[in-house]
């Protein structure tokens, strides 16, 4: 059964960082094929697809609103997917989910939808003070 637990979460002012992290299970990165997202949920906005780093050509995007302060990695020995976000911005404040798909590439057109996905995420806040 495939599962993706997110952390790292948590409240900072606006310029600082946080890393997220998301362990993945029953499924290998790297080797599998997946597409890992992170996709966000700001309130009384709509989702929006911030980053993504694919198995298969190792793609990576990221969103306009986060290019150059957020960077998508991964460690395949543990299986993680990491989202380290630096230079903090009010407007990032959500519940980040990571989420996991065998087919589609990382491009503008993420879906954001969970059905979507093989696998999604519990989701973990992240809240900036301005």
């Not at 290998?28 to 993504?52: F, H, N």
């Not at 050509?57 to 630096?86: C, G, H, P, W």
Request: charged share 20%.
């Amino acid at each position: 059964q495939l599962q993706l637990v997110e952390s790292g979460g948590g409240l900072v002012r606006s310029g600082g960082s946080l890393r997220l992290s998301c362990a993945a299970s029953g499924f290998t990165l790297g080797l599998d094929y997946y597409a890992m997202v992170w996709i966000r949920q700001a309130p009384g906005k709509e989702r929006e697809g911030v980053s993504c780093i694919s198995d298969r050509d190792e793609t990576i995007y990221y969103a306009d609103s986060v290019k150059d302060r957020f960077t998508i990695s991964r460690d395949l020995a543990k299986n993680m997917v990491y989202l380290q976000m630096n230079s903090l911005k009010p407007e990032d404040t959500g519940v980040y989910y990571c989420a996991a798909n065998h087919l589609i590439t990382c491009s503008n057109n993420i879906p954001t939808n969970r059905p979507n996905y093989n696998a999604w995420g519990q989701g973990t806040q992240v809240t900036v003070s301005s």
